[in-house]
């Protein structure tokens, strides 16, 4: 299983942005997918994540901000990101793993990223 991000840069407060997160190797039936991001000195933050079934969860942080999605193949992965302040400044990175998000949700709301079987490397965003 391959995860890639992609849609990171540089963005003004206020603005939008959407990443990317393509996946390969894996069938869309079998994984929950979520962003996590970290910052310098920060510790890693779980903001989102969906399961097949379209149930979302996202951090109290970007609630009303960000929407994560999926496309129809469920192999692309989605965080449309708006009214972006300096804070959400981080590196985003994707995650998948083969169980229901329910069973991960504890991992996920601590930012345990090593709790999904498979990331990727991450996209900057930057927001000034």
Same mark, same amino acid.
């Given at each position: ?71 129809? &193949?469920?192999? *692309?992965?989605?965080?449309?990101? &708006? ?5 959400? *400044? ?11 998000? *329910? ?22 965003? *930057?927001?000034?």
């Amino acid at each position: 299983v391959q995860l890639v991000e992609s849609g990171g840069g540089p963005v003004q407060a206020g603005g939008s942005l959407r990443l990317s997160c393509v996946g390969s190797g894996y069938t869309r039936w079998t994984y929950c997918m979520a962003w996590f991001r970290q910052a310098p000195g920060k510790e890693r933050e779980g903001v989102a994540a969906i399961d097949n079934e379209g149930l979302t969860s996202y951090a109290d942080s970007v609630k009303g901000r960000f929407t994560i999605s999926k496309d129809d &193949s469920g192999k *692309t992965l989605y965080l449309q990101m &708006s009214s972006l302040k300096p804070e959400d *400044t981080a590196m985003y990175f994707c995650a998948a793993a083969p169980v229901r998000c *329910t069973i991960l949700a504890g991992a996920w709301r601590q930012g345990r990223l090593n709790a999904f079987n498979y990331r990727g490397q991450g996209t900057q965003v *930057t927001v000034s």
